[in-house]
């Protein structure tokens, strides 16, 4: 097994150094904190920074002002950035709620690449705010190098937000603290259908204490809404140090919206005033593009949409999904001919295109919902791809029949899917010989998460595509708060000289709760 020596501890002091100086700000909210930045007079990016869709020479640096500002990105091989390059970066404005992303090129592979972001005044250039750091590692140009990531999703749902009684998302602190090559979050970065209250009474008699916002005291309806929902979780001073190391690929899912959203969806919610789900849509998609580097939505280079490739080296591709914004509407998923399904047809193209194309030898399929989990949309529909029928493909499941059928038709080795969205963790191998459906090779799916939000019971399978349950970590009631149940991640390594794939499924505290090793150049698993 080879050994790639991490960086270590010298290059977070800059980090630190430039986070830290934010944190007393952000102790409140953002309402709150702004007419002290008022006062300072220069611009400051106390929001801190990101880095998103990192690949061997490229990568979308992220900021956030608390005025108009001219961003300006300085890179280096050291802390100390001597040589720097400099990169002049947009004006941020209200346009984009203060936000603005600077695309970086040319980086060395495989490095470790240390940046500062400078706000200027854009009347007055000489007039800047003091710099945050941060620094990420470029994807290896050699196989030898391994890559290492970890994954999760579900952020402040289910009324459990920032608790400074607990410190905040501690989990953050601790996946840092790992020092991966990237995070890859599998959606629901926020939750704008939930309302943070101040306080929540535990079964056990504790309280939960929420750090609470103005944005967060309704669902959000309105683009300013939206942008205080993305920022609401910027307020914990774990996730902006994260942020500040571990570059992310970021997905969306349901929440990001509003539960179980289908385009085309009038809602028959009486919280919501505006019922049109496909208004919200926009507004919410409008916001996520302001406060996440992702770079098939930036605005020089992006087609403005969510599903990508994001190529990591040699040995890894990660494929994006967007298993929301093309399906068709949940329902009871009977009909035996569905080309919409829950990729639409133009995803499903691009996805057995770009799968024949990469040759990574491990091909991390990301979505955002499971596969043979059995999602419900009220009594009688269902959320994601299986319906509970266990007999041949319905529905949605027809257009994963097609793609397991083109990979293995292909011949294409190194694929597993990974995903969060249930609320807990668990391992799927799937497999034709348990399978109503026959005509796939065998693939393993992982679950992990949340990160910061309520626990749920496992749900149950669906024997379409044969899936046993390996492994399994759940609470036995719903919406365990995280006071009571941990958190839970999962962790991805790949051996640069072996090529062998380690899944480690990981809880809040330290344990690794399941492992499992897979082979590469094989079709199926």
């Not at 899936?467 to 991640?489: G, H, K, T």
């Amino acid at each position: 097994m080879s050994y790639r020596p991490r960086i270590p501890s010298p290059g977070r002091r800059t980090v630190l150094r430039g986070s830290l100086a934010a944190s007393a700000a952000l102790t409140l909210p953002a309402a709150a904190a702004a007419p002290a930045f008022a006062l300072s007079g220069r611009p400051r990016a106390a929001w801190g920074v990101q880095v998103g869709d990192v690949t061997a020479s490229s990568a979308l640096v992220w900021v956030r002002s608390d005025r108009p500002a001219r961003m300006i990105v300085e890179t280096s091989a050291t802390e100390s950035f001597r040589r720097a390059r400099t990169w002049h970066g947009p004006l941020v404005g209200s346009g984009t709620d203060f936000t603005g992303t600077t695309p970086l090129y040319g980086l060395p592979a495989g490095e470790q690449v240390h940046y500062r972001v400078t706000l200027a005044d854009p009347d007055d250039p000489r007039r800047t705010g003091e710099p945050v750091y941060g620094t990420f590692r470029t994807a290896p140009a050699r196989r030898r190098d391994g890559v290492r990531f970890l994954w999760s999703g579900d952020i402040a749902g289910q009324g459990w937000g920032i608790n400074p009684d607990i410190g905040g998302y501690r989990v953050y602190d601790e996946m840092r603290r790992l020092d991966p090559d990237f995070f890859l979050c599998s959606g629901d970065n926020i939750y704008a259908d939930g309302v943070i209250e101040p306080s929540v009474t535990l079964p056990d008699g504790r309280v939960w204490r929420n750090v609470t916002t103005e944005e967060k005291a309704k669902v959000a309806e309105t683009l300013a809404e939206y942008r205080g929902n993305f920022r609401y979780n910027l307020l914990d001073d774990n996730l902006r140090k994260f942020n500040a190391q571990v570059p992310s690929i970021i997905q969306w899912d349901d929440h990001e919206v509003r539960n179980n959203w289908y385009p085309g969806q009038i809602l028959d919610d009486v919280r919501y005033t505006e019922k049109n789900v496909d208004v919200l849509a926009a507004r919410s998609m409008r916001a996520f593009r302001e406060y996440f580097p992702v770079s098939t939505l930036h605005e020089s280079s992006g087609d403005g949409r969510v599903h990508r490739v994001v190529r990591h080296g040699p040995l890894l591709d990660v494929f994006v999904l967007d298993m929301r914004s093309f399906r068709n509407a949940n329902s009871p998923g009977r009909q035996p001919d569905d080309t919409t399904g829950i990729l639409g047809a133009e995803q499903l193209d691009w996805l057995k295109r770009e799968l024949s194309r990469s040759r990574a030898v491990w091909k991390v399929i990301a979505a955002d919902m499971p596969l043979g989990l059995v999602v419900t949309d009220g009594a009688t529909d269902f959320e994601a791809v299986a319906q509970g029928d266990p007999g041949a493909p319905l529905g949605r499941e027809l257009q994963i029949a097609e793609l397991l059928r083109f990979i293995k038709h292909r011949r294409i080795t190194g694929t597993l899917w990974l995903t969060a969205d249930v609320h807990y963790t668990s391992a799927q191998h799937y497999a034709p010989e348990r399978a109503a459906f026959k005509d796939f090779a065998p693939f393993w799916e992982f679950v992990s998460g949340p990160l910061a939000a309520g626990g749920f019971p496992a749900n149950a399978l669906d024997s379409t595509f044969g899936p046993d349950r390996v492994f399994v970590r759940a609470p036995d009631r719903a919406n365990v708060s995280p006071m009571e149940s941990p958190q839970f991640f999962g962790e991805v390594d790949i051996d640069g000289d072996s090529g062998e794939l380690t899944v480690r499924l990981r809880a809040q505290g330290g344990s690794v709760l399941f492992s499992k090793v897979l082979q590469p150049g094989r079709v199926g698993q």
